[in-house]
Nanobody
């Protein structure tokens, strides 16, 4: 069982910065990718950024150049550094951990989410 706890959300003005943190615990050895997703009211949940155990990263086009995902293996945390925030970044941000299963299947683990509001 994997447990994910997000923190760092809040209210920030356009152009500001925010750092989200995700603490992971439990049976973490089966995780092969960690990521951040977001979901605004009335919209689908979408990938923001992810990083694999090998260190590769993948960003949504809307996040490239502004957001950075990083891992601290010693602390078992994954951070999302967000810069130049825009009102359209407003959403609930969820930490995600994917586990490999047999026959190519993937098990998703989700945190409770943290609210990010970008507004003046």
């Amino acid at each position: 069982q994997v447990q994910l706890v997000e923190s760092g959300g809040g209210l920030v003005q356009p152009g500001g910065s925010l750092r989200l943190s995700c603490a992971v615990s439990g049976s973490i050895f089966s995780i092969y990718v960690m990521g951040w997703y977001r979901q605004a009211p009335g919209k689908q949940r979408e990938l923001v950024a992810e990083t694999t155990t090998g260190g590769s990263t993948n960003y949504a086009d809307s996040a490239k150049g502004r957001f950075t995902i990083s891992r601290d293996n010693a602390k078992n945390t994954v951070d999302l550094h967000m810069n130049s925030l825009k009102p359209e970044d407003t959403a609930v941000y969820y930490c995600n951990a994917k586990e490999r299963r047999r026959f190519g299947r993937i098990n998703d683990n989700w945190g409770q989410g943290t609210q990010v509001t970008v507004s003046s």
